[in-house]
């Protein structure tokens, strides 16, 4: 066209950006987990602004939702302007925070604590959701879903950790385990954006933990007490949480923790070479021993051991049995685990926990539980408790029998038999 005019946006993006627009181009669904100032909010905007033009379909829709209208406006509407502002024919409205192209194509601005509904009725070719982690878990399936599905429209999801009780941690597991979503999570010390010296500064004036939220990315660093917080994370950012299929080459050991009142729990693992993988767990609460006995034997493992805690050992049956008598007769022989104190069982758990690997899909609860377990801050003495009893801590226990039985040195003990086993016959063979 001889008189077109050549626009330039003013934007350059940086290498973690090159990534998230790549990811946009390729998937529908992209989860990108970023440290602080590290540029998610401008790369969200930038591609509205670009598929805007680049995308094939007439009347381009495109929604920027935030927690708050505030956010919306403060975040993401000097953006606009400042990198919309040499297209002819661009117009803005002020009131409803929207921005149409001259080729039909607009980008409205939401925020969800003005008005979520207001989304509802309209089709989006394309939704970014900034901050996350602040979004009640309800707004994108029952809102923002419906309104991508006329037309298949893409949504980018971007925030920075805020502990595992929200949606965006929801989000980052989902993507994680589902090859169809983009997930990647940048973390300062691997960008490069902030330098070192800024690094530093911002390290001096957060505590430890505030610094790895909002600048490592690490989902557990916010819960205070966090007991294994630290080293799943490790594992996370290591990627040993991760697809893990059952290797019918080896045994599968199962840990258990039982409920007498509440949830009993059960880890299913393989020991391959000094690896651990931890590759199904079983929780729940309101059934017995035979629900569950029941419930392993049904699953396709070839088992070796049982461990269970030494508690097995109670007599708490109206017949008299102990349960580990009545899971023998079941057909379970358990291995009772050495009886050691909670701490020591914390401590080998690390351990353990370090040269492990768990299925993110049926070990989800495992992790979660990992994470929460924590201790409280006791104000009068200004120490940590013992671990907090919740639904957590269930879990961790049966981690616990896990890595107790299979430190060396402490291998749990075979429980003593209820009937000798041999071939021997007293009156010579028939
Ligand atoms: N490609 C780029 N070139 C130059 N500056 C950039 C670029 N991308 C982002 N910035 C600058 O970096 C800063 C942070 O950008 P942005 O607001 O997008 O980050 P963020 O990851 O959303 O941060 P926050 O977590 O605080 O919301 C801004 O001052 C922005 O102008
Ligand atoms: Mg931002």
Request: net charge neutral.
């Amino acid at each position: 066209m001889a008189n077109a005019k050549q626009i330039l946006i003013p934007y350059s993006p940086r290498q973690p950006q090159r990534e998230i627009h790549d990811a946009l181009e390729n998937f529908r669904f992209s989860v990108v987990i970023m440290h602080r100032r590290g540029g998610k909010s401008m790369a969200g905007i930038n591609h509205m602004i670009k598929y805007a033009f680049t995308h094939t379909m007439p009347n381009i829709r495109m929604a920027y939702v935030a927690p708050t209208f505030r956010q919306a406006k403060s975040i993401a509407w000097d953006y606009i302007k400042q990198f919309t502002k040499e297209i002819p024919g661009i117009k803005y409205n002020e009131t409803e925070l929207r921005c149409d192209f001259p080729n039909g194509a607009r980008i409205t601005l939401y925020g969800i604590d003005a008005n979520p509904d207001a989304l509802r009725g309209n089709y989006y070719d394309l939704v970014v959701m900034d901050e996350v982690q602040l979004i009640d878990e309800e707004v994108f399936p029952k809102v923002i879903l419906p309104a991508l599905s006329d037309r298949k429209g893409k949504c980018l999801f971007i925030g920075t950790p805020l502990s595992t009780r929200n949606y965006l941690y929801d989000l980052y597991k989902k993507a994680n385990a589902d090859p169809a979503w983009y997930c990647k999570v940048f973390k300062a010390s691997e960008t490069g954006i902030i330098d070192e010296f800024e690094l530093n500064q911002l390290r001096k004036n957060m505590t430890e933990e505030e610094y790895r939220q909002e600048f490592e990315c690490d989902f557990s660093a916010s819960i205070s007490g966090t007991i294994y917080g630290k080293i799943i994370d490790k594992l996370d950012a290591q990627g040993n949480i991760t697809n893990i299929s059952y290797d019918p080459g080896y045994p599968v050991h199962t840990a258990w923790d039982i409920g007498y009142s509440d949830s009993t729990s059960i880890i299913f693992f393989q020991e391959i070479g000094r690896q651990i993988y931890f590759i199904d767990s079983l929780v729940q609460s309101g059934e017995g021993l035979p629900y569950f006995i029941k419930d392993i034997k049904n699953r396709e493992y070839v088992y070796g051991e049982h461990f269970a805690p030494h508690d097995i050992e109670q007599h708490d049956f109206s017949n008299g049995m102990t349960r580990r008598e009545v899971a023998y007769q079941l057909g379970i022989r358990f291995k009772v685990a050495p009886k050691l104190s909670v701490e020591e069982g914390i401590h080998m758990t690390s351990m353990l926990l370090s040269r492990s690997y768990f299925d993110q899909k049926q070990c989800e609860i495992v992790i979660d539980a990992l994470r929460h377990y924590h201790r409280k801050w006791n104000v009068n003495n200004k120490l940590f408790s013992k671990p907090v009893h919740d639904w957590s801590s269930h879990i961790c226990d049966s981690l616990r029998v896990a890595a107790v039985s299979l430190t060396e040195g402490t291998k749990g003990k075979q429980a003593p038999q209820l009937k000798a086993e041999n071939n021997y016959q007293v009156f010579g063979a028939n």
